[in-house]
RNA sequence: GGCCCCAUCGUCUAACGGUUAGGACAGCGGGUUUUCAGUCCGUAAAUCGGGGUUCGAUUCCCCGUGGGGUCACCA
């Protein structure tokens, strides 16, 4: 064990607030999070502002609440913007020690003006770093000249703000993005230059679009706000972004927060860039909602009605909690719910169907009418079925006949008598979730429907 | 293009010199008390290529190829 990993573990999150909370970014600061939480350490949130041009403040709510949404806590807060004093007195004190130096020179970013850069005195020697995921990464630095490191004493840039506050903070860690490689050398330079402490460094591998490309909006969302909008649950998402790019070494694979901070070890991480897989997230994420309670599930659902089903005649949220168990078999993730209601899958719990007789027709019959008497005889049946029944005890009132009569030949146009449809649930779950008197009423409709058809 | 990183089923990955190359998602096939869904069972599917090192390479080394990252007075 090294002296390092016997120091107390501190990692950090630095995102600017440029833009939207990407879901790389978001898992960027699990792993940070849970390394530290690992050790018993502690994690750092600080936002990365010094650009004030293209810095925005809306950036910085919603990194701060898709974190919070997540479950990552943060132990520190701190806004590089609040904190032009300190980089100032490095930046000084570099100058002063000749480490660094003032220089005139006509302004990049506004042409035809002069200004007074700060530029580091880069030593000119190969640096080689030992990356935790990577191993030994050897760089020359000769190639970056005497790179700026200041716009003035009062606007330091990136790399330099990076590695004064990586030493301030006492950052043991820095665990971030596979694309900081290149950077590395050059806040290495800084910190030798200020003399401050090389921490660890572990990059991690990017998340890919499905061509191996960078992930991008081209390619579907890459918001974190987005998948919380289509409906995917905190815990699946945390889940799978985990086990994106790293393995417990078992072959586990569901795990909540808190268990994967247990689990959790640098070791694990792969180094090669990672294609996200829309269709696993979406059984993490049905995985994950399988442990709620149909209360719980119920509260989801609900507000992903759409009002076209609201505004069903027969709405009612009784009626809905009774369906909870049907939507929930057939989704993976809350958008498919208000998809599936505008498709009509589960209007027969709120309206009843328009009967069509040319559906109503077993397969094996040659004319609606031969499907009469078995629809009479049902009808008959489903009259003596008390209500609010589980599905398993309707069954018991009807599926004597169901055997006697052919299961085809009874089912079919019970199930199509019902829901007026050709694909939906079982029809014992049907009159359990539109109730036994609702039930004989729907029959009966059938069967004048194929007496008016004749 | 320079520099840097990477390379096992379609995808996420396990195997840290010796395995019938394992698991999961997706796919396919079948069972599941009518349909869809769900569920259960089963099945197909991979070590980028070429040289080494070694008794033995997915594993170690080199070259090639492919992919990615990065080259700001952005972060």
Same mark, same amino acid.
């Given at each position: ?8 573990v501190v990692t950090r999150m630095a995102p600017s607030p440029t833009g939207h909370l990407h879901i790389g970014t978001a898992r960027t600061a699990l792993f940070n999070y849970l390394f530290a939480k690992r050790h018993g350490g502690v994690f750092i949130l600080r936002t990365e502002d010094t650009d004030k041009e293209r810095s925005k403040k809306e950036f910085e709510d919603e990194i701060i609440e898709g974190l919070d949404w997540l479950g990552i806590t943060w /132990? ?39 200004? %007074?850069?700060?530029?580091?005195? #880069? ?7 030992? /990356? ?9 630095? !000769? ?21 004064? /506050?990586?030493? %301030? ?9 596979? /694309?900081?490689?290149?950077? !590395? ?51 699946? @998402? ?9 393995? =417990?070494?078992?072959? &586990? $694979? ?10 959790? +070890? ?10 996200? +897989? ?6 993490? #994420? ?12 119920? +509260? ?16 009612? $949220?009784?009626?809905? &909690? ?46 609606? &009418? ?15 079925? =008390? ?15 169901? @055997? $006697? ?23 014992? !779950? ?25």
């Open positions: 064990m090294s002296i390092f990993e016997r120091q107390k /132990d520190a807060f701190y806004r590089q913007s609040e904190r032009a004093a300190i980089y100032r007195g490095y930046l000084e004190k570099a100058i002063e020690n000749g480490k660094a130096y003032v220089s005139k020179e006509e302004s990049k970013m506004h042409p035809g003006t002069e200004v %007074e850069v700060v530029r580091l005195k #880069n030593p000119n020697t190969t640096i080689t770093f030992m /990356d935790k995921i990577r191993g030994e990464i050897t760089f020359d630095t !000769t190639e970056l000249g005497d790179f700026v490191i200041a716009r003035s004493l009062d606007d330091a840039l990136y790399h330099f703000t990076v590695v004064v /506050d990586d030493h %301030e903070m006492e950052v043991s860690h820095v665990i971030r993005g596979e /694309d900081h490689i290149s950077n !590395t050398p050059r806040q290495i330079l800084i910190q030798e230059a200020i003399g401050a402490e090389r921490p660890v460094y572990a990059h991690l591998p990017l998340i890919l679009a499905p061509d191996r490309s960078k992930l991008s909006k081209r390619h579907g969302a890459v918001m974190l706000s987005e998948y919380r909008r289509q409906g995917y649950v905190r815990s699946a @998402l945390v889940n799978y972004l985990a086990l994106l790019g790293w393995n =417990p070494g078992t072959d &586990r $694979e569901l795990y909540e927060l808190d268990e994967l901070v247990e689990s959790f +070890d640098l070791s694990g991480i792969q180094k090669s860039g990672a294609i996200f +897989d829309i269709e696993k997230l979406k059984w993490f #994420n049905k995985e994950h909602m399988r442990t709620w309670s149909d209360a719980a599930y119920f +509260d989801y659902v609900v507000e992903r009605i759409p009002e076209r089903v609201t505004s069903l005649p027969e709405w009612s $949220e009784e009626r809905l &909690r009774r369906l909870i168990p049907v939507i929930r078999e057939r989704t993976n993730v809350g958008d498919e719910i208000t998809a599936d209601c505008m498709a009509g899958e589960y209007d027969f719990a709120f309206a009843a169907p328009k009967p069509d007789p040319a559906l109503l027709k077993w397969r094996n019959d040659a004319t609606p &009418r031969q499907t009469l008497p078995r629809l009479q005889k049902l009808a008959e049946l489903v009259a003596r079925i =008390p209500e609010s029944l589980e599905p398993e005890e309707i069954k018991s009132y009807i599926w004597d006949y169901a @055997l $006697e009569a052919g299961k085809g030949e009874v089912l079919w146009p019970l199930r199509v008598a019902l829901t007026g449809r050709e694909r939906s649930p079982d029809p014992f !779950t049907v009159i359990h979730v539109i109730g036994s008197a609702e039930a004989y009423k729907r029959i009966k409709v059938a069967c004048d429907t194929i007496l008016m058809a004749e």
